[in-house]
């Protein structure tokens, strides 16, 4: 009996290892060639855990057969480090830089509240304790006729639809970025930044669109589990292959900037992810790889927690002190970093 669930054990233990090297490719394979790799990397944080398990267990009963996971998961420090610092953050005092925000606003709708005054008005609270220089928005609501009266802050706003951006400082440029399918999911800015200009984008890629879903099944979980699950995978595999597009402009917008940039957003994949690895490729660097620590959660989710919202920038650039704030105005939380640029 011991020998069948030493075998059963094994069995489970191979699978769980193999899903894991697909978590491992999934930034290499586009999704519109095969989508099962980004469902793999989605659940990367899950097969973690699952191998960790399997190494524990092995630790116990057989410890030889440990080293299949325990080898896995030790190869797979580089992806780790994307999703949990274990060192303390990168800080700086200087003052001689930029403080850049990006927040996923949500239409002002807090979960699980209606009031969108009030949710505006602690949005515009926690934006002036923070006191950055540029804050890139997504889900700013399409309905807004000026976006400067909209949350009463003291820096002129750009762009337009569901993406902005705030700042103080001078802007010489403005543009938008757009799909082929007429699809407008970025904009970004020309700033003058002591002598030099700088291209900020605020971007959301396309949504998976499932936070109605999953909020609902959190408040009733008698729901048809079975269809909530095909539902759920059915919005996934659509968002995966539908974004590809949209991560393949905003990469050659990128490439063709004349200046150094800085990307903020909502990328709706986390960075196991095709959309992830072909973006930061553009020699960007990642402000919560750089100066980050602790889990890098920034969407509340039942389970896994994923990271989405980045700050990313030029190699030209320093990144020191980011933080994701903690508050539940919006399916997302906030995320900031200083920067400082390379003399």
Not at 122 to 131: D, E, F, H, P, S
Not at 238 to 251: P, Y
Request: contains cysteine.
């Amino acid at each position: 009996m011991r020998k069948l669930l030493i075998k059963l054990l094994w069995t489970l233990n191979l699978l769980a290892a193999l899903a894991l090297v697909g978590a491992y490719l999934s930034p290499y394979i586009n999704p519109n060639h095969v989508s099962l790799f980004a469902f793999l990397g989605l659940s990367y944080p899950i097969l973690l855990y699952l191998n960790l398990s399997f190494v524990l267990v092995w630790l116990l009963v057989k410890r030889k057969m440990a080293l299949l996971s325990l080898l896995l998961l030790l190869a797979g420090y580089p992806m780790l480090h994307k999703y949990v610092r274990l060192f303390p953050a990168k800080t700086t005092n200087t003052h001689n830089g930029l403080k850049v925000m990006s927040y996923n606003i949500r239409n002002f709708q807090q979960l699980g509240k209606k009031n969108k005054r009030s949710t505006k008005e602690a949005m515009v609270k926690l934006i002036a304790q923070r006191n950055p220089d540029i804050v890139c928005f997504q889900e700013f609501p399409k309905t807004h006729k000026n976006p400067q009266d909209e949350l009463n802050l003291t820096m002129p706003s750009y762009g337009q639809g569901a993406n902005l951006i705030y700042t103080g400082l001078k802007v010489i440029k403005q543009g938008i970025v757009i799909n082929n399918e007429d699809n407008k999911f970025g904009v970004y800015a020309d700033v003058l930044f002591q002598e030099d200009t700088i291209r900020v984008f605020s971007v959301q890629l396309l949504s998976y669109s499932v936070s109605n879903e999953l909020e609902q099944y959190d408040k009733d979980q008698k729901l048809n589990r079975k269809r909530f699950i095909f539902s759920i995978a059915a919005k996934l595999n659509s968002g995966f292959t539908r974004r590809v597009r949209e991560t393949e402009t905003l990469s050659k917008a990128i490439a063709r900037s004349p200046y150094p940039v800085i990307v903020c957003g909502d990328f709706n994949d986390p960075p196991a992810s095709f959309t992830y690895n072909q973006i930061i490729s553009n020699h960007l660097s990642d402000a919560f790889v750089e100066s980050g620590s602790g889990f890098g959660n920034t969407y509340f989710w039942t389970f896994p927690k994923v990271r989405i919202d980045y700050i990313l920038a030029s190699e030209a650039f320093n990144l020191y002190n980011y933080h994701v704030l903690k508050t539940n105005l919006s399916d997302h939380l906030p995320v900031e970093a200083f920067l400082t640029m390379e003399k």
